[in-house]
Structure formats: C-alpha cells, structure tokens
T-cell receptor, first 117, second 109 residues
Framework: NAGVTQTPKFQVLKTGQSMTLQCAQDMNHNSMYWYRQDPGMGLRLIYY???????DKGEVPNGYNVSRLNKREFSLRLESAAPSQTSVYFC????????????????FGEGSRLTVL | SQQGEEDPQALSIQEGENATMNCSYK?????LQWYRQNSGRGLVHLILIRSNEREKHSGRLRVTLDTSKKSSSLLITASRAADTASYFC?????????FGRGTSLIVHP
C-alpha cells in the first residue's frame, strides 16, 4: 500500500502564481486533511474533509481553497501565492470507522515543500 | 482549542538513557495520540491512549494520561540514536486532532 501520496514534493513559485497540491490515499478513509508546518509553529490545520463532498475550514484557511474530488483525492489550491505561504504542507487521512469528528490515528504523506519568492 | 503543548521543546540525551516528554491540554478529550516526525518526513503515529486509560505500553514506549491534570507523558526507554526526531502529542475529542510545536529529541550515540 502506498498510503498517502502527495505531489509535488518540491515547488518554487513566484508571488501571485497559482498552483495545486495533490493528495491521494488508498486506505478507503472518509476523512482527509491539509496541514501546514512552519518552524516553531507546529502543524496548523488549513482545511479538512470529513467525507466525500464536504469540506470545512481549519485554523488557517485564508489564501487557500480545497476540492474533495472523490473519496481518494483531496487537493489544495493556492490561487495567488504569497511569501507567507512558504511552508511544508502535509496531507493526512484517517480511519473511516470513527465518525465525522474522528478520533482515529492520522496517516500522513511525506509533505510538499513550497517556496514562494 | 484542544491543541496540546509539549514540554520540553528540546531534549538532548545519550544513547541508552530514558527520554521523557510531557503534554498538557485544556479541554476534555476522548483520547490522546503521540506522533513522531523524523527530519524531512511526515508524522507517524506511535500510540493512542483513551481517556479511560491511565497507562499504555508499546515496545520501549510508555504513555501515561492524567485527565484530572489534563496532562500526558511519553517515556522512551533505552533510547537509541534512531529515536532522534520530533515528538508531538495530539489531544482528540469531538474535534480534529491538533498538534503543538513538539519536542525535539536528540539521542547522541
């Protein structure tokens, strides 16, 4: 099993450019998440999707949009990148058996390292 | 917010020693999870302890939970250089697990 796969692994953008981070999981999980990790800040939740067809804002949603394309895929889009969005982005998914606001373990991808110049 | 706060922020020990890191949180939880992150990698789940449990073991890991004090501890016994990583606690209740800044553990060979 591949688990959670993120693409691309690295990306450099110029201010104002747009891009989409892709995430796919093969564990049949209902819930998927996008976090960003900055030095000294821990992981902060950007958006999550409790199930296919639903998305909700997390702690730091401004400047981002998401799409839950199907049960497997959850993408994160930066419409107009800013230097403040330079970060490492992690996608995660979780066990479908524990409900919408689940308490199961999270499975993480390896991260997408984004630099905005 | 159910975000956990890990303490200490950094811990440096010699191989073979035990490493203890603590987590505090503010609201009621259903369970608390611990994760490890190796440099440049994603987080990996280590262990989950439920609110009705006080202690749990997994290999060299021992986790305790004190819901009255809203705190948890992770003990790694007989540390190895390969344990060098950041460790995060994630309190979880009816909300999405949230993560603190982590404890950076360095184990010197």
């Amino acid at each position: 099993n591949a688990g959670v796969t993120q693409t691309p692994k690295f990306q450099v953008l110029k201010t104002g450019q747009s891009m989409t981070l892709q995430c796919a999981q093969d564990m049949n999980h209902n819930s998927m998440y996008w976090y960003r990790q900055d030095p000294g800040m821990g992981l902060r939740l950007i958006y999550y999707s409790a199930s296919e067809g639903t998305t909700d804002k997390g702690e730091v949603p401004n400047g981002y949009n998401v799409s839950r394309l199907n049960k497997r895929e959850f993408s994160l889009r930066l419409e107009s990148a800013a230097p403040s969005q330079t970060s490492v982005y992690f996608c995660a998914s979780s066990d479908p058996n524990l409900g919408v606001h689940n308490t199961g373990e999270l499975f993480f991808g390896e991260g997408s390292r984004l630099t905005v110049l | 917010s159910q975000q956990g706060e890990e303490d200490p922020q950094a811990l440096s020990i010699q191989e073979g020693e035990n490493a203890t890191m603590n987590c505090s949180y503010k609201t009621s939880i259903n369970n608390l999870q611990w994760y490890r992150q190796n440099s440049g990698r994603g987080l990996v789940h280590l262990i989950l302890i439920r609110s009705n449990e006080r202690e749990k073991h997994s290999g060299r890991l021992r986790v305790t939970l004190d819901t009255s004090k809203k705190s948890s501890s992770l003990l790694i016994t007989a540390s190895r250089a390969a344990d060098t990583a950041s460790y995060f606690c994630a309190p979880a209740g009816s909300y999405i697990p949230t993560f603190g800044r982590g404890t950076s553990l360095i184990v010197h060979p």
